[in-house]
């Protein structure tokens, strides 16, 4: 009997672990490419697909199983569609909470999620876009004319998405990147901390280079915000730092 049990539990085991990774994998990798999902707050939904789909469900099929049990179809079926309801709702939470733009507005880099924006709004073809892509870097451009930044303004107050929300302000980002550069945060004042000096010392060892070939900026996430270190010379991200951007002795720009 027990090596029915054993077996049954291990083929759902394979199955759902199968279905799981598949999905996780492409999430990770598609939807919330580093350091996006460490910002996402999302950890507690994940724990949630992988306890019920990977580990209670076969768990259940061990304790139930019994090759002449009349109902074993039954709680098999039951067993399975609690499964499918937890893998649609991870599936649909961690969809709907990915970030389609990462956009910087003001001072700092903003994940927009899916269910925040309209991408066919964008007035760049390049920055028209399917849901179902990952994230893509943009700079929101403000209006230069008064009239439309106090109806915007008057929008926002009334409950409509914040400008950083609105893909018709987007532009490429490849245009700014020095602009962006120039108010990042000076490494010294990352270094008037001896912790932030120390996470600033194993990033330089991991990535090479000197602290003053890097801009940091900072990146808004659900639970904790952190520095988002790019490379000047390539203009594109390298990684992140564990330190809030917002601490008086860390905000200093480069004018």
Known sequence: MIKHKLKAALIHLSISALVVGCFLAFALTVWYPEPFFSISGLTSILLILVTVDVILGPLLTLV??????????FDLAVIAMVQVAALAYGMHTIYEAHPLYVAYAGDRFTPINTNEVSPNAAKYAELKK???T??????VQKPTDPAEMSRVTMEVLSG?????????????????????FANGIKPEALAAKPEHQQKLAKFLAEHGKTAADYAYLPLVGKEYDVLWAWDRTTGKPVGTLDINPWQQATVASVK
């Open 130 to 132: 399917s849901k179902l």
């Open 134 to 139: 990952g994230p893509t870097i943009v700079y």
């Open 64 to 73: 139930v199983f019994k090759p002449l049990k009349s109902t074993l179809k």
């Open 160 to 180: 409509k998405p914040d400008i950083d929300a609105r893909p018709e302000y987007y532009e490429p980002f490849s245009k700014f990147t020095q602009t962006v």
